[in-house]
């Protein structure tokens, strides 16, 4: 249902009462409300007698079932304002832009009444030099809504109702939380949704790189919620009572979301706000401006302090003792800086002994080594072997194993025609012992047999039981015969894809309460 707004829109009515208006056609020259108004559209008319006194002019809703005007509302007659009882005679009906309704400029080119209320605005408002608030407005802003804040600055009312957004003065950002997150805590970065530009937070926890943290909560935010992380400027309206006016305060590290007055001597350091009111319950309120402050790490000599106001770094050792020590042949001579190595034995005597078959000649450092017996070898023309290696092929022997008798194994202690020769040098009974009790059909359940109730085998009736049938390709087929007797058992049905035939001397009973379909 629209407002709709059109010239040249007349129309007569004979006697409507105080009851809706049955139009008679557009007079001469004029438009008809169905062409112009539309079904179920509203618009403003005005009615007048054609020879009295009475008229009406008020908002109506016009119906094309009936071609009828509803008089919805009255906003002035000649009845008090109230609706007129036209009885009798003719009436003209038409469309009319009430003076009460207008907005206008006055003689300066100002619009002389103030604006309550500016609705459907599709296109642009342009050449707008300014726009001027109420600087005493005190309500707070709802979602939407650009006002003066009350704090000397513009304000608009954030998604959700709980946030106003100083203009120039506070930055969010706009998260889904992946655990719940309450007003006031410590909030880091835990990833995004998705491909979207929205990220996820939680209360912090475990940071070990600052980076990490976003800052404050805006609003508390459910889990798998939106809402708003404030990221610079005043978060008001949560319980500061612990701390002192004037506190600067960081990630407490030990706390999941907890902020701290003491500088951290662990962990990240980051510092998140200051306290501008100490205040409890929900008067308390900080200057968020998060900060990362690198910290820095020790080394052999150096020693580091980082406090509040800055760092010293400490060379703790400045004056190192360095000496060298002489080995075989080097001799070590000065102090520390400016020491003389030596070599004290630069032509060292290399001698070389010969062996069987292998002559050495020459000195140092030339030497010749020379095999005196390069010939050496023979032919092995026979091999003699013991039970169960066996030898052939005379000049060019084979050598075979054959079976190994019992009594070379561990002497044959535990052999037997049930037992088996394990890798280490034992004998051992083969044993497997079923899983379940009698009937549950065996499976492989992590290298070891199991079993189940749910899962089950009849070898008398040949009937396998399962509590779930799970077919991965997409079918379940039976067969088209009823080649045995069979009883659907009370508490049971069954279903079949037919035709089905029922074997010679097959029968199959249904209890009672029980079915069979065949599909």
């Known amino acids: ?130 726009i001027g608030f109420d600087t005493s407005y005190s309500t707070t802003l709802t979602a939407g809504q650009l006002g003066w804040d009350g704090n000397n600055t513009l304000g608009i009312g954030m998604a959700g109702g709980n946030v106003i957004q100083r203009i120039g003065e506070d930055t969010y950002i706009y998260v889904k939380a992946s655990s719940a997150i309450t007003k006031g805590e410590v909030c880091m970065f835990t990833g995004a949704v998705g491909a979207s530009s929205v990220i996820t937070a939680a209360p912090a926890t475990g940071v070990t790189n600052g980076q990490y943290i976003i800052g404050l909560a805006a609003e508390s935010i459910a889990s798998n919620g939106f809402g708003l992380i404030q990221v610079t400027g005043s978060l008001k309206g949560f319980d500061t009572s612990a701390y002192t006016l004037g506190n600067v305060l960081y990630y407490d590290s030990s706390v999941t979301g907890g902020l701290t007055a003491t500088y951290p001597t662990s962990g990240p350091i980051v510092t998140v706000c200051a306290v501008t009111n100490s205040g409890n319950g929900g008067s308390g309120s900080v200057q968020i401006r998060v900060s990362v402050t690198q910290r820095l790490t ?134 497997v012992s079923p899983a379940g009790s009698n009937t549950q059909v065996q499976y492989n359940n992590s290298g070891a047999l199991g079993a189940s109730s749910s899962f089950t085998y009849n070898s008398t009736t040949d009937e396998l039981k399962a509590g779930n049938i799970n077919a991965t390709n997409g079918l379940i087929v039976n067969s088209t015969t009823v080649n045995n007797s069979y009883t659907i ?31």
């Open 1 to 130: 249902m629209a407002l709709i707004l059109k010239d040249r829109v007349k129309e007569t009515c004979s006697a409507p009462g105080t009851g809706a208006v049955s139009l008679l056609g557009a007079a001469t020259g004029y438009q008809a409300f169905s062409a112009a108004i539309g079904n179920a559209n509203t618009t403003y008319y005005t009615i007048q007698d054609q020879t009295g006194p009475n008229w009406e002019v008020g908002l109506g809703t016009y119906s094309s079932s009936g071609n009828t005007l509803a008089r919805t509302t009255v906003l002035a007659s000649s009845n008090s304002g109230s609706l007129v009882d036209f009885s009798s005679g003719t009436q003209d009906v038409w469309c009319d832009y009430p003076a009460g309704k207008a907005v206008y400029l006055d003689a300066s080119g100002s619009i002389s009444e103030p604006i309550v209320n500016i609705s459907g605005i599709t296109g642009a408002i342009s050449t707008v030099d300014t």
């Open 489 to 519: 058992a009370s508490g049971s049905n069954a279903f079949s894809v037919g035709p089905i035939t029922t074997a010679s001397g097959a029968t199959v009973t249904v209890s009672s309460g029980q079915r069979w379909v065949v599909i």
């Open 298 to 431: 020790a080394s052999t000599g150096i020693s580091v302090s980082q406090t509040s106001s800055g760092s010293t770094i400490t060379n703790t050792a400045p004056d190192q003792t360095v000496s060298l020590t002489a080995g075989t042949g080097i001799s070590t001579s000065g102090t520390y800086p400016s020491f003389t190595i030596t070599n004290t034995a630069p032509d060292q005597t290399v001698a070389i002994s010969s062996g069987t078959g292998i002559s050495v000649t020459g000195t140092y450092p030339n030497f010749t080594v020379t095999n005196t017996s390069p010939s050496s070898g023979g032919t092995v023309t026979s091999v003699t072997a013991t039970s169960p290696i066996s030898s052939s092929g005379g000049t060019t022997p084979n050598l075979t194993l054959g079976n190994v008798p019992v009594t070379n194994l561990n002497s044959g202690t535990g052999a037997s025609s049930s037992t088996y020769w394990r890798g280490d040098g034992t004998w051992a009974s083969v044993s």
